[in-house]
Nanobody, 119 residues
Framework: QVQLRESGGGLVQPGGSLRLSCTVS????????LGWFRQTPGLERQFVAS????????YFADSVKGRFTISKDKALNKVYLQMNNLKSEDTALYYC????????????WGEGTEVTVSS
Protein backbone atom coordinates (compact mmCIF):
# COMPACT_ATOMS: atom_id res chain seq x y z
CA GLN A 1 0.00 0.00 0.00
CA VAL A 2 1.26 3.46 -0.92
CA GLN A 3 0.91 6.51 1.27
CA LEU A 4 1.50 10.05 0.04
CA ARG A 5 2.07 13.16 2.09
CA GLU A 6 2.16 16.67 0.68
CA SER A 7 3.95 19.67 2.13
CA GLY A 8 5.05 23.14 1.12
CA GLY A 9 1.77 24.94 0.74
CA GLY A 10 1.18 28.42 2.06
CA LEU A 11 0.28 32.00 1.31
CA VAL A 12 2.11 33.72 -1.53
CA GLN A 13 1.62 36.96 -3.43
CA PRO A 14 0.70 36.97 -7.11
CA GLY A 15 3.83 36.50 -9.19
CA GLY A 16 5.52 34.59 -6.41
CA SER A 17 6.73 31.00 -6.25
CA LEU A 18 6.19 27.93 -4.11
CA ARG A 19 7.56 24.41 -4.22
CA LEU A 20 5.32 21.59 -3.13
CA SER A 21 6.78 18.27 -2.05
CA CYS A 22 5.21 14.85 -1.99
CA THR A 23 6.78 12.09 0.07
CA VAL A 24 5.81 8.61 -1.04
CA SER A 25 5.87 5.66 1.34
CA UNK A 26 5.62 2.21 -0.14
CA UNK A 27 6.58 0.62 -3.37
CA UNK A 28 6.50 2.39 -6.68
CA UNK A 29 6.58 0.37 -9.86
CA UNK A 30 8.13 1.18 -13.20
CA UNK A 31 4.63 1.78 -14.52
CA UNK A 32 3.74 4.21 -11.73
CA UNK A 33 2.90 7.79 -12.49
CA LEU A 34 3.00 10.47 -9.80
CA GLY A 35 0.68 13.38 -10.30
CA TRP A 36 -0.48 16.66 -8.80
CA PHE A 37 -4.10 17.71 -8.79
CA ARG A 38 -5.90 20.67 -7.28
CA GLN A 39 -9.38 21.45 -6.10
CA THR A 40 -11.28 24.54 -5.08
CA PRO A 41 -14.60 24.44 -3.20
CA GLY A 42 -17.54 23.63 -5.43
CA LEU A 43 -15.40 22.48 -8.34
CA GLU A 44 -14.14 19.11 -9.48
CA ARG A 45 -10.58 18.07 -8.82
CA GLN A 46 -8.38 19.24 -11.67
CA PHE A 47 -5.26 17.68 -13.15
CA VAL A 48 -2.17 19.87 -12.81
CA ALA A 49 0.93 17.84 -13.72
CA SER A 50 2.39 14.34 -13.66
CA UNK A 51 5.65 12.50 -14.14
CA UNK A 52 6.46 8.92 -14.92
CA UNK A 53 8.46 7.17 -12.23
CA UNK A 54 10.49 5.18 -14.76
CA UNK A 55 11.61 7.98 -17.05
CA UNK A 56 11.57 11.74 -17.50
CA UNK A 57 8.31 12.19 -19.33
CA UNK A 58 6.16 14.93 -17.83
CA TYR A 59 2.66 16.19 -18.51
CA PHE A 60 0.99 19.51 -17.69
CA ALA A 61 -2.40 21.12 -17.79
CA ASP A 62 -2.56 23.95 -20.30
CA SER A 63 -3.28 26.40 -17.48
CA VAL A 64 0.11 25.81 -15.85
CA LYS A 65 2.39 25.15 -18.83
CA GLY A 66 5.43 27.40 -18.75
CA ARG A 67 4.88 28.28 -15.08
CA PHE A 68 4.97 24.94 -13.25
CA THR A 69 7.53 22.17 -13.41
CA ILE A 70 7.44 18.69 -11.92
CA SER A 71 10.43 16.64 -10.86
CA LYS A 72 11.30 13.63 -8.77
CA ASP A 73 14.02 12.32 -6.51
CA LYS A 74 13.92 8.55 -6.69
CA ALA A 75 16.46 8.12 -3.91
CA LEU A 76 14.21 10.02 -1.51
CA ASN A 77 10.91 8.83 -2.99
CA LYS A 78 9.81 12.41 -3.46
CA VAL A 79 8.02 14.32 -6.17
CA TYR A 80 8.11 18.09 -6.40
CA LEU A 81 5.90 20.70 -8.00
CA GLN A 82 7.68 24.00 -8.60
CA MET A 83 5.13 26.73 -9.12
CA ASN A 84 6.30 30.07 -10.52
CA ASN A 85 4.48 33.23 -11.51
CA LEU A 86 1.55 32.20 -9.36
CA LYS A 87 -1.87 33.68 -10.04
CA SER A 88 -4.93 34.05 -7.87
CA GLU A 89 -6.62 31.31 -9.87
CA ASP A 90 -3.94 28.87 -8.70
CA THR A 91 -5.41 29.08 -5.21
CA ALA A 92 -6.55 25.57 -4.30
CA LEU A 93 -5.95 22.50 -2.22
CA TYR A 94 -3.18 20.57 -3.99
CA TYR A 95 -3.07 16.79 -3.88
CA CYS A 96 -0.37 14.33 -4.74
CA UNK A 97 -1.47 11.01 -6.20
CA UNK A 98 -0.18 7.78 -7.64
CA UNK A 99 -1.63 6.39 -10.80
CA UNK A 100 -0.96 4.29 -13.86
CA UNK A 101 -1.47 6.83 -16.62
CA UNK A 102 -0.60 10.53 -16.92
CA UNK A 103 -4.04 12.12 -16.64
CA UNK A 104 -6.39 9.62 -14.96
CA UNK A 105 -6.64 6.29 -13.14
CA UNK A 106 -5.16 7.51 -9.88
CA UNK A 107 -5.92 5.25 -6.96
CA UNK A 108 -3.83 6.56 -4.07
CA TRP A 109 -4.10 10.11 -2.78
CA GLY A 110 -2.55 12.31 -0.15
CA GLU A 111 -4.56 14.60 2.10
CA GLY A 112 -3.54 17.78 0.33
CA THR A 113 -1.71 21.00 1.05
CA GLU A 114 -3.32 24.42 0.80
CA VAL A 115 -1.99 27.06 -1.60
CA THR A 116 -3.34 30.60 -1.39
CA VAL A 117 -2.27 33.25 -3.87
CA SER A 118 -3.30 36.65 -2.64
CA SER A 119 -1.95 40.12 -2.08
Amino acid sequence: QVQLRESGGGLVQPGGSLRLSCTVSGRLYSTSVLGWFRQTPGLERQFVASIRWSDTRTYFADSVKGRFTISKDKALNKVYLQMNNLKSEDTALYYCARGSSPYEDYGSWGEGTEVTVSS
